[in-house]
């Protein structure tokens, strides 16, 4: 049992992490199992195996031989490939890097399959190794190695490509001898293959064409020739494999043809340093990475063994082998099966030697000690590294870029020591590829001899001056070689363009290559301009390097180039040294901005020229990217020392100077000392050497040797300290200077060698000198020395960072390049948009459009024409400095230095100038004179035709922005990628969402470096006055203005960003290949349809035309049949009291009502959140997330999905009722369905009756009725959906889809399950409805409604359809009984399936609740009414539907009003009352103050004062433009002001108020009206009761006429409005009481209390119980109603236990005894 258990661990241990990567990563205190890949996973793809394990630990160079089979695949049809995929831009090279890793992963699979590795890829060209441990297995080796050939011609042989090239591939195969010789140092490694091995397999593959597999003479004597078809080639010695040659007859040979005939165990070999034993590679590095990755195994120590190389001979001993599995078996299983547990069996194969615990755990410390990870991170190039420290995708190191290839061949004397020659040759390209910014790609022995391959311009290494760096390192490599004894000649092709570069090969053997056509010419220019370091013409203009160094040569046929145009040999007359050093450049306009430079400058001048000042003056660096500004700055300093009097001596240094010792200390020494009059000879000079011999420091000038470059001979017993040499160079600069000062300026100071750098720290505390230097800012950041940083670290030292130039100075700056006088508007709007203040941007562009011929120098002839839409900058900025030094002597001096404005001028020359300018003076500079002697100024014009939008960005420009991107972090190259696929502005988190493989952290960190260098800035700046503000308050340029959230913690992290560079975002955009644009493009869609849906999920998805979140099926299965209730009292359903106060806080307008009170349906209805958003304005914040992911979605060439897009689009744009906007949506839909091929999805009906249904709704909001009709009808065709086409049709129809629908109700058989086509037809009957509501049609109207109510019948339909079917059909229903049947069944189904309730159907049943609370309010049933009203108003409140609301409210208000229901009451005013401070409703405000007013005549606490009231009332009621609506509420207010003045006796003002009844006198029956003629009727009794004493007997008579006119009203109208009954009984009792007859009061207030009681009615049941006890009883009860309606307003929250209410009185007060004979008198 316990076998089997160590069995079933040991295959478990298989299938995961191996055990004895389990026990290293314990012994480094890691996790056994690791989730993540390791360092070493993903750094071993990369090398091949004998270098990943290779003795790391010896002393470079070395070497180490191996008995190897080799083959050499050389592919055909790569160049043309290369030239035709790019012509196709990006795309392209997408689809050649697909291509290229197909072939090559082919070929790579059947490699690793058939055991083999691969030693090198070579562009088209691969090198694989099949190593063996004795000569004795070479014969099998080469016999596997031959089916491998086979196996990949059949599959490779004429690899069919999509652009019809096809790809073959030839092979040779050799055996024998190879050695390894590893080159390198601590920073990079390369490894060289040699030997008579890979000299065969070179000379096989020459032999080959394509389709042929060729063996060397070795390996065809090694063959087992009987089993293949064959030919010996006409040289009798290399043999050509055709095929295999028959079915195998004999024992052996058939056995030795099986599928594993050549799986064999061969003893190993090789220098290892130590003996391998017992562990193979498939063993140690497993199952997880590639099994066929490695081919060797892990070296462990086997103490009775000793190694074998080449360069070792001291053990000659021999060696014992202990039996180990085959070294190039990739899947073999380990030798020794897994570590034993204790007590358990070990269950190793027989003869295989165990394992121990204390051996494995050596194995563990050996492999531990190799720094395995640390030791191949020097064979991978660095951009690779980056990627992988950042875990980064390799596919997002691909791209397409402008790079600068160096091919070097070298042809070695074999007669010296190869491997201490190459080591020699690999120090000097390294290190001057390194110190010139170049990458050392490959190394390799191919067909074309030792070659290195350099690469200017990879990421990380890229510089603006990429092709002069090439140039210059290539002569520089070429002049040291060729001084190495062993090297016989250096031949150098230099080509620059855009080629790929990334991975390619097999994902588990690649490597970082460069491919492409001028890839390929640069090899081509290697071989067949040999000893010679040549370039193409693209290389020499970019460069612009002296043309003097060029010599073009003659023409030459190379093989797959054509038109490689003419061809240069570069040259360099004199050595880089102190003499190169260039003065800076004179400039010939006035600087423009930079005022506060000039300031600080100018101040430090002035302490300066001051030399009794014993303070010294700051020294300073400008600080500033490459084209800011900062040589111009510099000029202009120079300028201003020199009409001071000041000596200036400047300097323009070169990236070559940073290598040579001190260059910069050697040249101002002697410009110091040859501009004071002295020699560079100090010994010659009396005067310096008597004030050193002062010091005694004459006989010390050897000390100056280093720094001025002389040959003073040094004693050898002489100590000398730094202070003598400080000493020396004190003296001799203070008497150089006592006389006039010095201005040191130095640009580029990056450069700056290091032994300089201690010189300008002693030259710094001198006085009399002052040092300006300009550097870039990564220098500054990072000092290259302990020197440079000290200097720049000083006290005395500022730093001042140069910005872009301020906008304004564009214009006056481009005239100022090309010098002209104006420029044309557009041109400025170019300049400003795509430089960004940057000068040699600006410059850069001005000249790609004029040697394209699209901008132009003219003269200008002063016509209306040349002035017209152009621009002038200030005469000032255009006036010529003028210098002592002719243009010729500039030119001299500057012509192999970097200028940044005046190098261009010359190209902006007038075409076909006749007048141009003597010999000696330049064209582009100064007036050009005529012959008549005016001055005739120049202007720049567009070319015709040239259309200013489509100009291009000049490729120098773009390599600018790709260097700077390649100076940033991989992570922060990856995030400014990613958001250039976004757009100019983007949201952060969206970025974080696209972001593959980054911790959101580390990109958070990323962001803000990117905000800080200034890639990116706030999207929310502000702008215009906002924008000014902010500079004068100080604010900093870079804070952010995003709104924030309290839970925000990045406070200062933008939610908005945007590129501050739009050509930045373009030129990040155009670099990414094309696969990886469209994984960007598919996961931003993803991210905006996450979006989308938040938004999408709160508008109905009916109304876009979308599906429901859940399908059919699932509510078929998950929906119970709903149970028809046969009540239609909706409030007699049971409530659940738990939740009672769970439902409406913190809404606006909601009411604390009893859960008793209320349906059960609205109490789902409140749990739902649909937001109070309205939907114009989730649709408006849509609209533009559709815009933003159609943009997406055809980057990503998705037709389909975007027609599918479009359509939601124009839904969405046609509920705001955008015609235009929908029809161009539609007509690009139109475009899209004709390019899409698929006939299945172009002829789809859901889709086409779409599009028609949208197109019916566009002819509608046109005005187009019959265009709209004709489109819905087809749409409903399409769909099956049939109406008749003559009007005479339309009735016998709706018959019969009556008799059918009653058929289908009662029908006891199941229909079938609703589909997508009922969702479908029930969209479109849906916009038919609504079409024949607006425009009329009430006989297709109901027919509609019929064909919509038989789709939803007997089945389980969409609750949407289920609620518009039965809305629409009980509005047309004549039949009371059936719409009460309908509207039970109705709430049943929404109770059932509250949760897919949409706003729009909630709307429909807050309608319904209105009818219902407005019918049960009519019939006296106030609970149900109170029920009823209360869910309206919160479905009302939740929707915000002021229409509803403004309808429900009043109806609310009665019911807690009538049911005394204080409290409620009071919560529902005071939610009111914030309501109507932030409404526009005046009727909204009529109603509050009118139920303020109820509140206060009821005797309870005022909620507003009665003078707000009466305010309110009095400039509403003056109002003259009440319509209908508003007769009511004003009737309503103006009756209850003038009761209150009744009761308050207040007869002259209350008859003011009582005249509106004349004026809002309505014959609306209703609630409102009808409570509103009973207060009119109160005024009226209250008078009669105080009249009976005033009045004449004639007007009482009249008074009494107009009371009983009126309670005819009350009484009339309480035939529909029962509920009014208690009041009239009420009214009525006390009218008779007035007349003296008590015993029909006493009826009537026993008819109203009755009444009262049945309907609930506890204000009137308390109000008829009082006056019966004052009427009846005599019961002197206290009048308090006066104290309660005239209590403060700060009083009110004390709420009263009862309402106080008015007692009407049956006898006149005294108080009211006045006269009082105003009404009806």
């Known amino acids: 049992m316990s076998g089997t258990k160590g069995c079933v661990k040991s295959d478990e241990d298989r299938k995961g992490t191996p055990k004895i990567l389990q026990l290293i990563r314990q012994a480094q205190g890691l996790a056994p199992n690791p989730e993540e890949e390791s360092a070493l996973k993903k750094l071993t793809p990369h090398v091949p195996g004998i270098v990943t394990f290779a003795n790391h630990s010896r002393a470079l160079p070395w070497t180490t031989s191996y008995s190897t089979v080799l083959m050499f695949a050389d592919i055909s049809g790569f160049t043309a490939l290369c030239e035709k995929y790019g012509a196709k831009q990006n795309a392209g090279i997408d689809q050649l890097t697909k291509t290229l890793n197909a072939y090559l992963g082919e070929i790579v699979e059947n490699i690793i399959s058939s055991e083999g590795d691969v030693l090198k890829f070579a562009g088209d060209a691969i090198l694989s190794v099949w190593r063996v441990n004795d000569e004795t297995e070479l014969g099998t080796t080469v016999d596997q190695v031959i089916k491998c050939c086979l196996n990949i011609q059949n599959k490779c042989g004429a690899w069919e490509t999509d652009i019809g090239v096809t790809l073959t591939v030839k092979m040779g195969v050799s055996a024998g001898e190879m050695s390894v010789t590893f080159l390198g140092n601590d920073e990079f490694r390369v490894y060289v293959e040699l030997g008579p091995a890979v000299r065969d397999v070179n000379v096989a593959e020459h032999f080959c064409e394509a389709g042929h597999i060729v063996l060397s003479p070795r390996a065809w004597e090694l063959s087992c020739h009987s089993l293949y078809n064959h030919e010996l080639l006409p040289d009798g010695q290399y043999a050509r494999i055709i095929s295999f040659w028959r079915a195998r007859s004999s024992v052996s040979e058939s056995q030795r043809d099986g599928p594993l005939w050549f799986m064999r165990k061969r003893k190993m070999s090789g220098d290892w340093g130590k003996t391998v034993t017992g562990i193979t590679a498939a063993s140690a590095f497993t199952e997880g990475v590639s099994k066929s990755l490695f081919t060797t195994p892990i070296p462990i120590i086997n103490e009775a063994s000793t190694s074998k190389s080449c360069d070792d001979e001291s053990n000659k001993g021999e060696m014992k082998h202990t039996p180990t599995a085959s070294s190039s078996r990739r899947n073999s299983e380990p030798a020794h099966s897994t570590i034993i547990e204790e007590g358990g069996e070990n269950h190793t194969r027989p003869g295989k030697p165990k394992l121990g615990l204390s051996k494995l755990r050596n194995v563990v410390k050996t492999v531990k000690e190799m720094r395995l990870d640390e030791s191949l991170r020097l064979y991978i190039l660095h951009p690779v590294l980056k990627k992988l420290d950042d875990n980064q995708p390799l596919e997002y190191l691909s791209e397409m870029r402008n790079i600068t290839v160096v091919f070097m061949n070298l042809v070695l004397n074999e007669k010296h020591e190869v491997t201490k020659l190459l080591q020699e040759v690999f120090d000097v390209v390294y290190l001057q590829s390194k110190i010139m910014h170049g990458c050392l790609n490959k190394v390799f022995f191919f067909d074309k001899g030792c070659t290195f391959l350099v690469i200017f311009g990879l990421p990380g290494y890229k510089h603006e001056r990429d092709c002069a760096h090439a140039l210059i390192c290539s002569h520089k490599m070429k002049k040291l070689l060729d001084q190495l004894a062993g090297v016989n000649s250096v031949s150098i092709g230099v080509t620059t363009g855009g080629a790929f570069c990334g991975v390619v090969g097999h994902k588990n053997r690649h490597e970082y290559s460069v491919i492409g056509r001028k890839v390929n010419m640069a090899a081509r220019l290697m071989m067949h301009y040999p000893n010679k370091v040549t370039c193409e013409d693209r290389t020499f203009q970019q460069s612009r390097l002296p043309s003097i160094n060029f010599r073009v040569l003659g023409a ?802 969409h609750l949407h359809q289920v609620v518009e079917s039965y809305a629409d059909i009980m509005r047309l229903c004549k039949f009371e009984s059936t719409k009460k049947k309908l509207e039970t069944e109705l709430f049943a189904i929404c109770s059932s399936r509250h949760d897919e309730l949409s706003p729009s159907d909630l709307v429909l049943l807050a309608s319904m609740y209105t009818d219902m609370a407005t019918n049960y309010l009519n019939v006296g049933d106030l609970r149900s009414a109170l029920s009823s009203s209360t869910g309206a108003y919160e479905v009302c409140d939740k929707l915000n539907n002021q229409d509803i609301g403004l309808v429900v409210s009043p109806i609310l208000a009665s019911c807690l009003v009538l049911t005394c229901r204080n409290d409620q009451f009071t919560e529902y005013l005071q939610k009111l009352r914030s309501f109507v401070c932030y409404s526009d409703g005046r009727i909204h405000r009529a109603w509050y103050y009118i139920f303020c007013m109820e509140r206060i005549l009821n005797g309870d606490y005022p909620l507003q004062s009665f003078q707000c009231c009466l305010d309110f009332a009095t400039n509403y009621l003056r109002s003259c433009d009440a319509v209908t609506n508003e007769y009511i509420p004003r009737l309503f207010l103006a009756m209850e002001i003038a009761l209150w003045f009744c009761r308050k006796g207040q007869w002259d003002s209350g008859q003011v108020w009582f005249s509106y009844s004349e004026v809002y006198d309505t014959n609306v029956v209703s609630f409102l009206a009808l409570y509103a003629l009973s207060r009119k009727i109160e005024v009226m009794l209250l008078s009669l009761n105080t009249s009976r004493v005033t009045l004449s007997k004639k007007a009482l008579e009249a008074l009494k006429k107009h009371i009983v006119m009126d309670l005819k009203k009350i009484e009339s109208g309480c035939r529909k409005i029962s509920s009014m009954l208690p009041r009239f009984y009420h009214l009525k009792a006390y009218f008779c009481l007035l007349k003296r007859s008590q015993c029909q009061s006493k009826w009537h207030l026993l008819k109203a209390r009755k009444t009262a009681t049945q309907h609930g009615n506890i204000l009137e049941l308390r109000w008829t119980e009082r006056h019966r006890m004052v009427w009846f009883k005599k019961m002197d009860l206290l009048e308090q109603w006066d104290s309660f309606t005239e209590v403060p307003q700060e009083y009110w929250k004390q709420r009263p236990t009862e309402s106080h209410m008015y007692t009407w009185p049956i006898v006149p007060q005294a108080r009211n005894r006045e006269k009082s004979a105003m009404y009806y008198s």
């Not at 990564?778 to 020197?787: G, H, R, V, W, Y």
């Not at 001042?800 to 301020?806: R, T």
């Not at 390049?817 to 941007?841: A, K, S």
């Not at 913190?1146 to 209320?1158: L, T, W």
């Open 556 to 1357: 030459k046929r190379m093989k797959g180039l054509q038109n490689v145009g003419i061809i240069r040999e570069y040259m360099e007359s004199t050595d880089t040294s102190a003499r190169d050093v260039a003065k800076i450049p004179y400039f010939q306009f006035p600087l423009l901005g930079r005022e506060q430079e000039i300031e600080v400058f100018e101040l430090e001048l002035q302490r300066l020229a001051n030399q009794r000042d014993e303070e010294f003056p700051n020294h300073y660096i400008i600080s500033g990217a490459s084209g800011i500004g900062k040589t111009r700055l510099l000029d202009h300093f120079i300028h201003l020392a020199e009409k001071n009097g000041i000596n200036v001596i400047s300097c323009a240094l070169r990236l070559q100077h940073l290598h040579v010792h001190n260059c910069l200390s050697n040249y101002i020494f002697h410009v110091l000392l040859s501009s004071s009059g002295f020699s560079h000879r100090i010994e010659d000079e009396p005067e310096l050497i008597s004030v050193l011999s002062t010091y005694a420091l004459d006989s010390k000038l050897y000390l100056l040797n280093n720094i001025l470059g002389s040959k003073y001979h040094r004693p050898k017993d002489k100590n000398d300290t730094e202070e003598d040499l400080r000493r020396i160079l004190t003296l001799i600069i203070e008497k150089c200077t006592e006389k006039h000062p010095v201005l040191v300026v130095v640009d580029d100071a990056q450069n700056v060698d290091d032994l300089s750098w201690k010189f300008l720290c002693e030259l710094r505390n001198m006085k009399g000198v002052f040092i300006v230097l300009s550097s870039r800012p990564a220098a500054i950041e990072k000092p290259t020395s302990e020197d440079a940083g000290q200097y720049i670290e000083s006290s005395s030292v500022r730093v001042l960072d140069l910005g872009v130039l301020d906008t304004q100075y564009i214009p006056a700056l481009a005239c100022q390049l090309m010098d002209v006088v104006r420029i044309p508007c557009e041109l400025e709007i170019m300049l400003r948009e795509r430089t960004q203040g940057v000068p040699y941007w600006c410059e850069q562009l001005l000249l790609d459009m004029t040697e394209k011929n699209q901008l132009i120098i003219t003269y200008d002839d002063g016509s209306t024409a040349m002035r017209q839409n152009t621009i002038a900058p200030k005469a000032a900025q255009l006036e010529k400095v003028f210098s002592d030094h002719s243009f010729d002597e500039i030119l001299d001096e500057n012509d192999n230095d970097q200028v940044e404005y005046n190098r261009v001028s010359s190209s902006f020359r007038v075409k076909d100038d006749e007048n141009q300018m003597e010999h000696g003076e330049l064209l582009g500079y100064g007036y050009i004179h005529q012959k008549d002697n005016k001055q005739k100024v120049k202007v720049a014009m567009f070319s015709p035709h040239v259309n200013p939008q489509e100009i291009e960005v000049p490729l120098i420009m773009k390599e600018l922005i790709i260097a700077r991107l390649d100076s940033m972090r991989a992570s922060e190259q990856l995030i400014v990628k990613c958001a250039a696929v976004l757009g100019q502005a983007f949201p952060r988190d969206m970025i974080e969402y696209i972001l593959p493989k980054v911790q959101r952290v580390k990109a958070r960190k990323s962001f803000r470096r990117l905000k800080q260098i200034g890639i990116f800035e706030c999207a929310n700046i502000p702008t215009g006055r906002a924008a000014l503000l902010l500079q004068t308050n100080g604010l900093h340029p870079e804070a952010c203005f995003c709104p924030k959230k309290e839970d925000d913690y990045d406070v200062d992290l933008c939610n908005v960003m945007r590129f501050k560079n739009n050509l930045l975002q373009q030129t990040a955009y155009n670099i990414l290949m094309e696969s990886q644009r469209l994984d960007l493009h598919n996961k931003t869609v993803e991210y905006l349809e996450n979006q989308a849906n938040e938004i999408r999920n709160r508008i109905p998805y009916y109304l876009l035309y979308r599906k429901p979140k859940e399908s059919l099926e699932n509510k078929q299965a998950g929906v119970a049949p709903a149970v028809i209730r046969r009540s239609n009292k909706v409030g007699d359903v049971n409530m659940d009291m738990d939740n009672k106060n769970s439902s409406r806080r913190n809404r606006r307008g909601a009411v604390c009502v009893s859960r008793e009170d209320i349906d059960p349906l609205i109490k789902a209805v409140c749990q739902l959140d649909n937001g109070q958003q309205k939907l114009d304005e989730l649709v408006k914040r849509l609209i533009p997330i559709y815009q933003d992911i159609e943009r997406h979605m055809r980057a990503a060439n998705d037709s389909k999905h975007i027609v599918d897009l479009l359509l939601e689009y124009a839904a969405a744009v046609i509920l705001l009722k955008n015609a235009e906007k929908t029809r161009e949506i539609l007509n690009t839909v139109d475009t899209l369905m004709k390019e899409i091929d698929d006939k299945t999805f172009s002829s789809d009906v859901f889709r086409l009756s779409k599009i028609a249904r949208i197109r019916g709704k566009i002819a509608y909001h046109s005005g187009d009725l019959e265009s709209a009709h004709w489109w819905l009808s087809h749409a409903g065709k399409l769909l099956g959906i049939h109406q008749p086409s003559r009007g005479c049709w339309i009735w016998p129809v709706t018959l019969r889809h009556m008799i059918r629908l009653r058929a289908l109700r009662h029908s006891p058989i199941a229909r079938r399950p609703a589909t997508i086509k009922t969702l479908e037809q029930g969209y479109c009957l849906s916009d038919l409805h609504w079409f024949y509501s607006e425009s009329g049609n009430k006989g297709f109207l109901f027919l509609t409604a019929l064909q919509q109510m038989m789709k939803v019948t007997g089945r389980t339909c």
